[in-house]
């Protein structure tokens, strides 16, 4: 090449295959975003709003129009009759307020919100979405559809307006900072400890100081919603904090997706060009925002379909040209196809593939459960051996653990020996197979299989945590990799008959530990807030005869609501009062009823917190509220109740001078010393022992098993120490599946009980998913 010549630049390659080509014309139309673009227009006075944000608190003095939001905000999960009946019923007694209507209060929510949707035509079959590339046809290229048939239509909800209001009062900005004040609290931790990190990690990325970093997930509902990472792991995962981008009517799957996305997604190409104008009122200030890309997993570009086994060891005898490559080589992402996300600002994003977070709901609670359990009860097409009797005894025992569960943590997996083949839900199978199975599954499976398989649940059960410390980062991956590679030397063993075993989630799991540090921990971000959203909205519709139409309608009112509430956060009721008669004991404790209706007679031994205490008169207490949002019950009122008739919730964890215990509670009680003091919250309960060490150790820290020590072992310790409640239930098959060993006579089988706690139980504190307060035992 001659010196001073440039390059001549690479071919103008187009692709043959028909989802290269339609992949590149979005993201080729992505490349000319702009809020101005006809196609994706927004009304004038949101475009204004847009680039030119009120630089003042939201404030309403009008208190008719007041008192019309609080009925509208109140009644939302009810019908417009339930609005005008209560509007009528306040002019009846006040004929002089001006009580907005219906549609009128509905318009001053969308003015004063700034939320509004963009509506574009869609293939009736649901094949496609008439943007981009695709804005000027007439008929559907998938399957013919004619013009001259009625469009159906979809909805998007731009995300910019509702940004600006998350910022809009003090208290949201102040929620708004969670990010960075973290990310400043890491940097100094590395800059104290010469780029040493202990502090547990809980979020990450490529991300400037006024970028907002959200992320949206599809669902088998066709929703997606956008997550804003800004804000505190809970806060995220508030109803009002979730805001719903994008609704795509069913019932047929859409046959490209980048047609349906691409509106939501033009609207965030445009604000990263543009940048988005953000009035700061916490700090007085406007900034710039150039909102950080999205992720999605349905987008990514990698292969789909049912017939793909990433098998890392060659099979013997396998002799198939192309294939014949060393163990463990693989593709560096696997994508085929260029996606819809690569047109983004590169420093906007975290690149590709990184911006595809793994899915840490699915992948356990599904796709691990559905390869292992049929494998183990032999229904898998291989060395058939008929266990039927076996996995039949398993279900009854996994069944009988129900009332031992207490409420706090959902719906109880069913006997999987009937029902899993009928509507088994995910949180069943994390519940059965993360959980108790450790227990369960103790020596049901050979103890290799057992062993390798408590590797698994060990390293799920960390990273399914909120905040994870890099200690157990390396744990979890070191356990996933194991796993990983033990799969197919157990079951696979180079058997080319055998290659279907090896599933995407085999492999895809040791994925986790690495993206907890490049991201965050996968709990977070994860589709539960997906999954919650769809069940929120679907229990909102009350027009079912046009399903979709309302569902997206309920979706933009919710977005409205979301936006007014930030900017005006006493429009917001106050979360789950306690109970009248309900004592605050500060801290998240509050003790509830049912109570004594006298002084009885207690002894109480010298133990614990408080001690010198005899003989004494109280009055004992039934429930205690946690911080976490658990309600802890007592013995006294749950042992009155049939067995068949609870979800037993008095078994704790408790921390008393720095150490762990578990307990069961007995009651609770209010206890004066003298005269002089002040009543002190306790709570008298009886512990476990510590758990078997031998068990423990080879489970990975997965099966705790413990003898209950009754009244050997009763402390008074202060409400305050108790942490969580967890499930204590009989181990029966303590002894009866290891007849060989020695400690299953030696006495240690005796009242023995196993631990299960709650997964996920952080995240569902923070998230206001509380139990309800039950005045049953009143």
């Known amino acids: 090449m001659e010196e001073g010549h440039n390059p001549p630049p690479p071919p103008n390659f187009v692709s043959p295959i028909d989802d290269i080509c339609i992949a590149e014309k979005f993201i080729e139309c992505l490349r000319g975003a702009s809020l101005d673009n006809a196609d994706e227009a927004l009304p004038p006075e949101v475009l204004e709003q847009l680039r030119n944000p009120p630089e003042t608190p939201l404030t309403l003095d009008n208190p008719d129009h007041r008192l019309s939001l609080n009925i509208f905000i109140a009644v939302s999960n009810a019908s417009e009759a339930t609005y005008d009946t209560v509007r009528l019923g306040i002019l009846w007694r006040h004929p002089e307020d001006d009580i907005l209507t219906y549609h009128r209060v509905k318009r001053l929510v969308t003015e004063l919100s700034g939320v509004v949707s963009i509506t574009h035509n869609m293939c009736s079959n649901s094949c496609v979405g008439y943007t981009g590339p695709f804005s000027?046809?007439?008929?559907?290229?998938?399957?013919?559809?004619?013009?001259?048939?009625?469009?159906?239509?979809?909805?998007?909800?731009?995300?910019?307006?509702?940004l600006q209001a998350l910022w809009r009062s003090p208290e949201s900005a102040h929620d708004m900072g969670y990010r960075k004040?973290?990310?400043?609290?890491?940097?100094?931790?590395?800059?104290?400890?010469?780029?040493?990190?202990t502090s547990p990690y809980f979020q990450a990325g490529k991300i400037n100081w006024d970028d907002m970093l959200y992320r949206n997930k599809t669902s088998d509902c066709w929703i997606y919603i956008w997550i804003i990472a800004d804000l505190a792991p809970g806060l995220q995962y508030k109803k009002w904090k979730i805001l719903p981008g994008g609704f795509i009517p069913g019932p047929m799957k859409p046959k490209i997706m980048e047609s349906f996305i691409y509106s939501g997604l033009h609207h965030v190409a445009a604000l990263?060009?543009?940048?988005?104008?953000?009035?700061?009122?916490?700090?007085?200030?406007?900034?710039?925002?150039?909102?950080?890309?999205?992720?999605?997993?349905?987008?990514?570009?990698?292969?789909g379909g049912t017939h793909y086994y990433p098998a890392r060891f060659l099979p013997g005898s396998f002799s198939v040209a192309g294939c014949n490559h060393a163990d463990k080589r693989h593709l560096e992402t696997g994508i085929c196809k260029p996606t819809i996300f690569s047109r983004f600002i590169p420093d906007r994003i975290l690149g590709v593939p990184g911006v595809f977070c793994l899915d840490i709901m699915h992948l356990p609670a599904l796709n691990l459960p559905d390869l292992f359990i049929p494998l183990w009860h032999g229904s898998f097409d291989c060395d058939h051996t008929d266990n039927s009797k076996i996995w039949k005894e398993h279900g009854k025992l996994v069944a009988q653990t129900t009332p031992y569960i207490p409420g706090s943590f959902d719906c109880p997996p069913r006997n999987p020996a009937e029902k899993i083949s009928s509507g088994y839900k995910a949180w069943e199978f994390l519940l059965y197979f993360f959980v108790l199975g450790p227990a369960l599954f103790y020596n049901l499976l050979p103890d290799t299989y057992w062993m390798h398989y408590c590797k698994c649940v060990r390293a799920i059960r960390i990273l399914m945590?909120?905040?994870?410390?890099?200690?157990?980062?390396?744990?979890a991956h070191n356990l996933l990799t194991q796993f990983s590679d033990g799969f197919e030397q157990m079951y696979v063993q180079c058997r080319t008959d055998r290659i279907h075993f090896v599933c995407p989630s085999i492999h895809t799991a040791a994925h986790f530990a690495p993206e907890t540090i490049c991201v965050r921990p996968g709990i977070i971000y994860s589709q539960w807030g997906t999954e919650r959203t769809i069940g929120n909205l679907s229990e909102e519709i009350k027009q079912h005869s046009n399903l979709f139409s309302n569902l997206a309608q309920r979706g933009i009112r919710w977005c409205q609501v979301n936006a007014l509430e930030s900017m005006i956060p006493d429009l917001e009721p106050a979360e789950n009062p306690l109970p009248w008669g309900a004592p605050d004991l500060g801290a998240g404790y509050a003790l509830l009823r049912a109570m004594d209706n006298t002084s009885r007679p207690a002894y109480l031994q010298r133990h614990g917190e408080i001690a010198g205490i005899g003989s004494v008169s109280?009055?004992?207490?039934?429930?205690?509220?946690?911080?976490?949002?658990?309600?802890?019950?007592?013995?006294?009122?749950?042992?009155?109740?049939?067995?068949?008739?609870?979800?037993?919730s008095r078994n704790v964890t408790l921390e008393i001078d720095d150490k762990p215990y578990i307990g069961e509670v007995l009651f609770f009680m209010l206890l004066r010393i003298n005269e002089a003091t002040e009543?002190?919250?306790?709570?008298?309960?009886?512990?476990?022992?510590?758990?078997?060490?031998?068990?423990?150790?080879?489970?990975?820290?997965?099966?705790?098993?413990?003898?209950?020590?009754?009244?050997?072992?009763?402390?008074?310790?202060?409400?305050?120490s108790i942490r969580s409640t967890i499930m204590?239930?009989?181990?029966?098959?303590?002894?009866?599946?290891?007849?060989?060993?020695a400690t299953s006579r030696d006495g240690s089988e005796v009242d023995r009980w196993f631990l299960?706690?709650?997964?996920?139980?952080?995240?569902?504190?923070?998230?206001?998913?509380?139990?309800?307060?039950?005045?049953?035992?009143?």
């Open 272 to 303: 990263q060009k543009e940048g988005l104008r953000v009035w700061d009122t916490k700090n007085l200030r406007v900034f710039v925002s150039h909102a950080d890309g999205p992720g999605m997993a349905a987008l990514n570009g990698c292969p």
């Open 618 to 648: 109280v009055v004992r207490w039934a429930q205690l509220h946690l911080p976490n949002g658990q309600i802890t019950r007592a013995q006294w009122k749950e042992g009155q109740k049939a067995l068949q008739d609870l979800r037993t």
């Open 756 to 778: 299960m706690d709650k997964p996920g139980l952080k995240l569902a504190e923070r998230a206001g998913l509380e139990e309800l307060f039950s005045e049953a035992d009143d």
């Open 679 to 720: 009543p002190k919250p306790v709570a008298v309960v009886s512990l476990y022992g510590p758990p078997h060490p031998g068990l423990l150790a080879v489970s990975s820290n997965t099966y705790w098993t413990a003898r209950h020590l009754r009244d050997a072992a009763v402390k008074v310790v202060a409400t305050a």
């Open 465 to 475: 945590q909120e905040e994870i410390f890099p200690a157990e980062v390396a744990e």
């Open 136 to 162: 000027l046809l007439e008929g559907c290229p998938i399957c013919g559809e004619s013009p001259k048939v009625p469009h159906k239509q979809f909805h998007t909800i731009p995300i910019g307006p509702q």
């Open 181 to 197: 004040r973290c990310t400043e609290h890491i940097l100094d931790e590395l800059c104290r400890q010469h780029g040493h990190r």
């Open 728 to 741: 204590m239930a009989p181990n029966e098959h303590y002894r009866t599946r290891r007849p060989r060993e």
